[in-house]
Nanobody
Framework: QVQVVESGGGLVQAGGSLRLSCAASRSIFSINTMGWYRQAPGKQRDLVARITIGGTTNYADSVKGRFTISRDNAKNTMYLQMNSLKPEDTAVYYC???????????????WGQGAQVTVSS
């Protein structure tokens, strides 16, 4: 399993931007699909973006047009560029390798510590 460390979180005003990084403990060349999750207080941990080894991306409707997911396989790192941030984006953000299941995508590896993102109004 791949171990990950998230970084780049912080406090930002509404309308601002942040870029999160996800550093993996081993090569990600063999990981077909990776993604970013977020979990707000009292809410479920939901998948907000995913990306394949070939660069195909997919976004939840709540972040579409504002967030951009990318990966640098040579650096074993995945990124999430977050623009036009809203207070509703406040959450702990996690990265993980993904696997497909009968009900959709699911995490494949262990969870990191997450990155706290707080957006003030």
């Amino acid at each position: 399993q791949v171990q990950v460390v998230e970084s780049g979180g912080g406090l930002v005003q509404a309308g601002g931007s942040l870029r999160l990084s996800c550093a993996a403990s081993r090569s990600i060349f063999s990981i077909n699909t990776m993604g970013w999750y977020r979990q707000a207080p009292g809410k479920q941990r939901d998948l907000v973006a995913r990306i394949t080894i070939g660069g195909t991306t997919n976004y939840a409707d709540s972040v579409k047009g504002r967030f951009t997911i990318s990966r640098d396989n040579a650096k074993n790192t995945m990124y999430l560029q977050m623009n036009s941030l809203k207070p509703e984006d406040t959450a702990v953000y996690y990265c993980n390798a993904l696997k497909v299941t009968a009900t959709g995508w699911a995490p494949r590896g262990s969870w990191g510590q997450g990155a706290q993102v707080t957006v003030s109004s």
